[in-house]
């Protein structure tokens, strides 16, 4: 969404996250939650990935969607920068199939936590729902928008499944 303060980022390691990421941007923009998106690299970039952080509240976000493969300490120094929701996914890496990514992201210590989602495409797309649901706990039309979303999804569910092919 353009012309309207950002309430979500999203943020992703590498320009290569990007095709995962977009699933979740692209959900954004179908439920009406102004977002944003930025590159911002915990090892490449890591005077960027501070000052996102802690600019975040200030800047009017919400909640941030950090995605980022293999040794995916984005989403967690996010965290440790900020008191704002984090939710994590994890990129599929092609070394690992993610499994690197999940466990990096989901093992927290307690203490600073992330919200972490599945490996991949569903992440991406389960973390922005949780995102606009965070909005929407203020935002009654982000609110009708994800219900209206859930009744879709309900509504595009056959009883009796068909032959395929
Ligand atoms: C991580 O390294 C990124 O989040 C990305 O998933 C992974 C690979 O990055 P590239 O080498 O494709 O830039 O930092």
């Known amino acids: 969404m353009t012309g ?13 996250d990007w095709a995962t990421l977009r699933h979740g941007a ?24 501070r000052d ?18 293999g040794a995916a300490h984005l989403p967690g ?8 929701p984090v939710f994590g996914v994890p990129v599929e890496s092609k070394a690992l199939q993610g499994m690197d990514s999940l466990l990096s992201i989901v093992q927290m210590p307690g203490g600073v ?11 991406a797309k389960n973390a922005a729902l949780l995102a606009a649901q965070v909005v ?9 928008a ?4 859930r ?6 569910v056959a009883e009796v499944p068909e032959d395929e092919g």
């Open 77 to 84: 120094m996010v965290a440790s920068m900020t008191t704002l």
């Open 151 to 156: 009744q879709r999804q309900t509504d595009g």
């Open 52 to 69: 996102y952080a802690h600019t975040a509240r200030e800047r009017g976000l919400q909640v941030i969607i950090a995605g980022a493969g």
């Open 113 to 123: 936590p992330v919200g972490t989602l599945a490996i991949g495409r569903s992440g």
């Open 146 to 149: 994800v219900d209206a979303h």
């Open 136 to 144: 929407a706990l203020q935002d009654d039309a982000v609110r009708r």
């Open 26 to 49: 692209e959900l954004l923009d179908e439920l009406g939650v102004a977002h944003e998106t930025r590159i911002v690299s915990a090892h490449r970039t890591p005077d960027r990935m």
């Open 4 to 16: 309207t303060a950002p309430a979500v980022g999203i943020i992703m390691g590498s320009q290569s």
